[in-house]
Nanobody, 131 residues
Framework: QVQLVESGGGSVQSGGSLRLSCSAS????????MGWFRQAPGKEREGVAG???????RHADSVKGRFTISQDNAKNTLYLQMNSLKPEDTAMYYC?????????????????????????WGQGTQVTVSS
């Protein structure tokens, strides 16, 4: 059974940093597409960053240059390093993974929509940024 467990959320002041972790277990697929998503109260869920089994990364324009997605394959762990945090980054952050697809060439929002539609999800971790 696939399990994703996020950690690392918390409360920080504007300009601060946090590193989110997502520990994955219960799978044996070699191809996957992973992503970080966030959802703020009253707003739609959005894809923040993604990384695939080939190591290709992508970041939403809203976080580009501030957030970095990475993975440690030996630990089956996904990370999201978040620097220069802003109050508008306040949200519940989720990791999600889609197995068995080569998503390197998925473009734009399709990458995130594909994961969101058929992937496995963690329970989320809250990030709150105060001004």
């Amino acid at each position: 059974q696939v399990q994703l467990v996020e950690s690392g959320g918390g409360s920080v002041q504007s300009g601060g940093s946090l590193r989110l972790s997502c520990s994955a277990s219960g799978y044996t697929y070699s191809s996957y597409c992973m992503g970080w998503f966030r959802q703020a109260p009253g707003k739609e869920r959005e894809g923040v960053a993604g990384i695939d089994s080939d190591g290709n990364t992508r970041h939403a324009d809203s976080v580009k240059g501030r957030f970095t997605i990475s993975q440690d394959n030996a630990k089956n762990t996904l990370y999201l390093q978040m620097n220069s945090l802003k109050p508008e980054d306040t949200a519940m952050y989720y990791c999600a993974v889609l197995f068995g697809e080569r998503c390197t060439y998925y473009t734009g929002d399709y990458y995130y929509r594909r994961i969101a539609d058929v992937g496995y999800w963690g329970q989320g971790t809250q990030v709150t940024v105060s001004s």
